[in-house]
C-alpha cells in the first residue's frame, strides 16, 4: 500500500513538472523603451610654413661665403600659420636650430656666430644681390629673437602675429660673425638649419 502511494504521488509531481516546462515554452510579453542621440567629433588641426624659396618671402636657403669677423648676413622668411579654422590658433612658436656640418663657427657661443630674429609689420624690401641681400622696413619692427648664440633648442619667440590662424609674419634673421672672432674661425663651414614648431593653444572645453 505504501509502494502504491508513492507511486502515485511521484507521477503527480512529474505530471506537474511536464506542465512546468510546456508553460516556460509559451510567450510573454514585456515593456521596452529606449531613446538615443548622437553627434559628429571632428579635431583641428595645426599647420605652420614658410614662405616659398627663391623670393624674399624665404631666403633661408641661400648660404653665404668668405665671410670675415664683423660680417653680417640677413635672410628673410615669412613664417605663416595655415590652420583651418580659428579654433587652431597656438599657444606658442619656437625655434630649433642644428648645424651639420658643424664647427667652431657654431660650436663657440661667444665668439662663433650670434643670431638676432626681427619681423616687420609689412614685407621687408629686399636690396643688394645674391647673397649680399640687405633689407629695410616700411612699417614697424618687433624683437622676436633678441641676439644670442646661433645654436638653440626650442628657443621661445615673441610678438608673433602667425600664434592666429591665417597670419604671416614677415621675419629677418641676422647672422652676426663677432669683430672679436680669433683666427681659429678661419676656413670653417657649417650648415644652419631652423625648424619652426607649432604648438597648440590650450585644452579646454568644447
Not at 502515485?8 to 514585456?30: E, Y
Not at 653680417?72 to 605663416?80: E, G, K, N, S, Y
Not at 626681427?118 to 647673397?131: D, L, N, R, V, Y
Not at 622676436?144 to 614677415?170: E, F, K, W, Y
Request: one cysteine or more; a neutral charge; charged letters at 10%.
Amino acid at each position: 500500500m505504501h509502494s502504491k502511494t508513492l507511486k502515485r504521488v511521484l507521477g503527480s509531481f512529474a505530471v506537474i513538472g511536464g506542465a512546468a516546462a510546456m508553460a516556460g515554452l509559451g510567450t510573454f510579453a514585456t515593456f521596452t523603451s529606449s531613446t538615443s542621440a548622437s553627434h559628429t567629433i571632428s579635431s583641428g588641426t595645426v599647420s605652420i610654413a614658410l614662405g616659398a624659396t627663391g623670393a624674399s618671402t624665404n631666403r633661408l636657403t641661400v648660404g653665404a661665403s668668405n665671410v670675415v669677423p664683423g660680417d653680417t648676413i640677413q635672410r628673410t622668411a615669412d613664417l605663416i600659420n595655415n590652420g583651418g579654422a580659428s579654433a587652431d590658433n597656438l599657444s606658442a612658436i619656437t625655434l630649433t636650430t642644428t648645424a651639420s656640418p658643424s664647427s667652431l663657427l657654431d660650436t663657440e657661443t661667444t665668439s662663433g656666430l650670434q643670431m638676432a630674429i626681427e619681423k616687420c609689420s609689412a614685407p621687408w624690401t629686399e636690396a643688394g644681390t645674391a647673397p649680399a641681400y640687405t633689407y629695410t622696413c616700411s612699417g614697424t619692427t618687433s624683437t622676436v629673437l633678441a641676439s644670442r648664440a646661433v645654436i638653440g633648442s626650442t628657443m621661445a619667440l615673441s610678438n608673433l602675429s602667425s600664434l592666429t590662424t591665417g597670419s604671416t609674419d614677415h621675419l629677418r634673421v641676422t647672422l652676426t660673425l663677432p669683430a672679436a672672432a680669433p683666427n681659429t674661425m678661419q676656413g670653417l663651414t657649417s650648415t644652419i638649419s631652423y625648424n619652426f614648431t607649432g604648438t597648440q593653444r590650450v585644452a579646454g572645453s568644447k
